[in-house]
Every structure is written in structure tokens, then in C-alpha cells.
């Protein structure tokens, strides 16, 4: 039973290659307009041979003109694409997660989406492959995220990665982006963390400025470290 269970799978994982093959081919001639196709059929159904990285490289090297309307379709595409499992997951997929990440990893995700949901998102779709991605639209579906708000995140997220890409492309040539986009498949723990901690002090540094600016007021964080200086001076 085992055996043939396994073998169904590479049958489909098979089936699932080709026709990603055949659709890659089939959406090349169209431009753009293809490349958004990729992106939405990547996003929401089935992965493609070729990653979207390495398509918007493709399509870059080939008209550096167009190198910021390629990015933003392509983001654009993917937001939508990734409607899709989305909905699947908001339907009632919490027992599929479940069956794909142990509980202590889906407690940690939903603490996650509980506390920074739009970070929860933003950092995993700027990471090209190998990052699951999938699984935190999953997720974000699971743990009713806003769908608007989900969407903005997954195209910041997005429009972030191709343009790294595409500039490197611009700049230095498609063996240089693709060498870079190598180099992030490998140390993508090293990625992510220096991703995690610029777009951590991102946030700080607007959130300060909007305190700041429109309500004339102080950061909290420093409004709790300027009360406890005070509480620790001397009276006189």
C-alpha cells in the first residue's frame, strides 16, 4: 500500500512537471502579459520549472526598459495568485497545516500571524526558493489574516525580490543575478535573518516618525525608557 502511495505521487509530481513545462513554454510568447500568467499559476496552483526570480531575469536581460513593468506585474500576478490557497486555507485548512508542520510550529505560526501578521508574510515573499512560501499564505488563510492587508504584504514582499533582481540584472548582467540568486538558495537562514532585522528597524524608524510628526508625541518604547530614567533619579 506504502509502495503504491509513493509511486502515485511521483506519477503526479510527474504529471505536475510536464504540465508546468508545457504551460511555461505556452506563456513565453506572450510578454507581459505571460510573465503575470507565471506568476499567478506559480503563486496559486502548481510550482514551475523555472522560479519567478530567474523568469524576471530572463525577462530583464531581454529589455532593460521595461525592467520596473516586469517587476510590478509580476508582483502584482503573485498577490493574486496567492488569493487562492489562500481562500483554501480561510475555508477550514487548519487540519491540512496541521498534517504538514508539527504543533509546536503551528503554535509559533499563529503566535506569529497574532503579533506582526503583515511581517509574517512580507519577510517569507521576499525570499526567493527554497522558502516555503505556500505554507505561510497557507497559514495567513488559517488564521483569518484581512485579505486586502494579506495582499499588500505578499506584493511588497514580492515587487521587493524581483526588483533586487532586476536591478543586479540592469547593473551587472543576468550571470551576476542569477550568481546572487544562488547564493540566497544557500545561505537563506543568513537571508533571512539580515532581512528579518532591516525590515524590523524599518518599522521602528516610520513608527517613530509617525509618533513624532503627527501626534507630536514620543515612541512608546521611548516614553517607557525616559519614565524609567526619571524614576531613577534621585530626589533632591
Known amino acids: 500500500m506504502k509502495i503504491g502511495s509513493i509511486a502515485l505521487s511521483h506519477k503526479i509530481g510527474a504529471f505536475l512537471l510536464k504540465a508546468s ?4 513554454v505556452a506563456l513565453k510568447p506572450f510578454g507581459i502579459w505571460g510573465l503575470g500568467g507565471l506568476a499567478f499559476i506559480d503563486s496559486g496552483f502548481f ?3 523555472t522560479t519567478m526570480d530567474g523568469a524576471v531575469i530572463g525577462y530583464v536581460a531581454g529589455d532593460h526598459r521595461k525592467f520596473l513593468l516586469y517587476c510590478l506585474m509580476a508582483a502584482a500576478a503573485s498577490a493574486l495568485g496567492c488569493l ?8 477550514g485548512g487548519e487540519l491540512f497545516l496541521l498534517k504538514r508542520i ?3 510550529r503551528y503554535e509559533q505560526m499563529r503566535d506569529r500571524f497574532a503579533n506582526q501578521e503583515f511581517l509574517a508574510i512580507l519577510i517569507p515573499a521576499m ?14 488563510g488559517v488564521f483569518e489574516m484581512r485579505p486586502l492587508r494579506f495582499a499588500t504584504a505578499v506584493f511588497t514582499g514580492k515587487l521587493v525580490q524581483f526588483l533586487v533582481f532586476a536591478l543586479i540584472t540592469v547593473f551587472f548582467g543576468p550571470e551576476i543575478a542569477h550568481g546572487a540568486r544562488n547564493a540566497v538558495h544557500e545561505h537563506l537562514g543568513a537571508v533571512l535573518g539580515t532581512a528579518g532585522a532591516v525590515v524590523l528597524g524599518l518599522s521602528i524608524y516610520v513608527l517613530r516618525r509617525l509618533f513624532d510628526r503627527r501626534r507630536g508625541t514620543r515612541f512608546p518604547l521611548e516614553e517607557a525608557n525616559t519614565a524609567g530614567a526619571d524614576d531613577s533619579t534621585p530626589n533632591a
Not at 526567493?128 to 495567513?140: E, I, R, T
Request: positive net charge; without cysteine.
Open 21 to 24: 513545462s508545457v504551460v511555461t
Open 47 to 49: 510550482p514551475l520549472p
Open 84 to 91: 487562492v490557497p489562500y481562500y483554501v486555507g480561510r475555508a
Open 102 to 104: 508539527n504543533r509546536a
Open 127 to 140: 525570499m526567493p526558493p527554497p522558502m516555503p512560501v505556500k505554507l505561510f499564505v497557507f497559514g495567513a
